[in-house]
């Protein structure tokens, strides 16, 4: 099936001033043979409140380049199937959009393992790879060189979240990670790698399976503790971090949690509430509609008029810029050649995504880009820090 979901044509719609780089705009909206890109989101299931918007933001970015002209003077089609954070579904679809849809480039999802259940169905058929929000620093040398990250490694945030943790709060951590997971599984061993390189000390490392719904093991060992840590890192998923950090709460374990952009999702407060004070996590924006930079402004307000309300989260953004990116590399490759369009993303240089600047390199398909330290106060999310690690664990 094709799906627009949740977006509203943008006819008319001008194309953000920092989107226009490197992108064939016309006067008059894009006519002839549309460009087939697929985007494979999870727009049901556990990771939909982070698809979801990463395929809204995606489509706003199709609806704005269509309606200004196109890409080399054609529109892009994204044909969108859910995964439904099956992977089995998700591989499945990886087919689908390659022998019946026929597609071009592929845009989407937010987690390492859709990222790991597809994209060898695109390295095999020779189809560039663009993953909206997986962080896995490993994700490209697992899957092939057609696969390119628009989001930083996960061993750069977790050393961004180790730093500023050891910096705010102390220089000893206890170390929580979902082990069914190749994402939290990764963060929980990056943090851990950066933590101790900077001198910190993991004074209680313990797991939880995926499908976890009560941590009072994991609670019960923690206040068995002689002496509390200064701080919780905790590295869980958007559905579970609710429930863990509230558990945490309820049990009297009132100090800072920190974690990754898992958090990054209104979940956190939606199940959480009052128990999401003093948590802090690494993401790749905060969508501020006052203190962002002028193209997350720009950004917020597009996004409000087509959805009827702000964007939820920082993958609402990484969904755009990915379009972007791709539309980029069509136009500097002269289509959609699959060795061209590759040679165009990996010579990709500064590209001024409006979640940070993007650059890969033939050997580097994961950007180097800073991290956004976001702090949860009286319900919202509020900037703590943008920073770049001094250290980062090798991928």
């Not at 001008?14 to 087939?36: D, I, K, N």
């Not at 993007?358 to 319900?379: L, M, N, R």
């Amino acid at each position: 099936m094709q799906v627009r979901h949740r977006v509203a044509a943008l006819a008319g719609a001008a194309v953000l001033v920092a989107s226009t780089a490197a992108v064939t705009v016309a006067q008059s909206p894009a006519t002839g043979e549309p460009w087939r890109v697929a985007g494979g989101f999870a727009l049901t299931g556990a990771e939909s409140s982070l698809d979801v918007p990463a395929a809204n933001g995606a489509q706003l970015a199709v609806d704005q380049i269509n309606a200004a002209g196109g890409v080399l003077g054609r529109p892009i089609n994204l044909i969108v199937h859910d995964s439904q954070y099956d992977m089995a579904v998700t591989a499945q679809t990886a087919t689908q959009f390659v022998e019946e849809d026929k597609v071009e480039a592929f845009v989407g999802y937010t987690d390492t393992d859709s990222v790991l259940a597809s994209a060898p169905t695109f390295q095999a058929a020779g189809i560039p790879y663009i993953t909206v929000g997986a962080t896995s620093p490993k994700i490209p040398s697992q899957t092939g060189d057609m696969v390119f990250l628009a989001a930083f490694g996960d061993n750069v945030q977790a050393a961004a979240g180790a730093e500023y943790a050891m910096a705010n709060f102390g220089d000893t951590a206890y170390l929580l990670s979902d082990i069914g997971i190749e994402y939290t599984t990764l963060l929980g061993q990056y943090f851990k790698d950066a933590f101790t390189h900077g001198g910190g000390t993991i004074v209680l490392e313990d797991t939880y399976a995926d499908d976890a719904t009560d941590f009072s093991a994991q609670i019960t060992k923690i206040k068995a503790l002689p002496e509390q840590p200064d701080f919780y890192y905790i590295a869980a998923m958007p559905y579970n971090v609710g429930p863990v950090v509230k558990q945490f709460r309820d049990a009297g374990l009132t100090g800072p949690i920190v974690g990754g952009d898992g958090y990054d999702t209104p979940d956190l407060v939606t199940v959480a509430g009052a128990a999401a004070e003093n948590v802090f996590f690494t993401t790749h924006a905060l969508m501020d509609p006052v203190g962002g930079t002028e193209g997350i402004k720009q950004f917020i307000i597009d996004y409000t008029a087509a959805m009827g309300h702000a964007p939820e989260n920082a993958f609402a953004a990484l969904g755009y810029d990915s379009v972007r990116l791709l539309a980029d590399a069509i136009t500097r490759a002269g289509g959609t050649d699959g060795q061209a369009l590759k040679g165009a993303l990996q010579t990709t240089t500064a590209f001024p995504g409006i979640t940070g600047s993007i650059t890969f390199t033939p050997e580097t398909h994961v950007p180097q880009k800073g991290v956004t330290v976001i702090a949860v106060k009286d319900g919202a999310f509020t900037l703590a820090a943008e920073t770049v690690p001094t250290y980062v664990p090798a991928p």
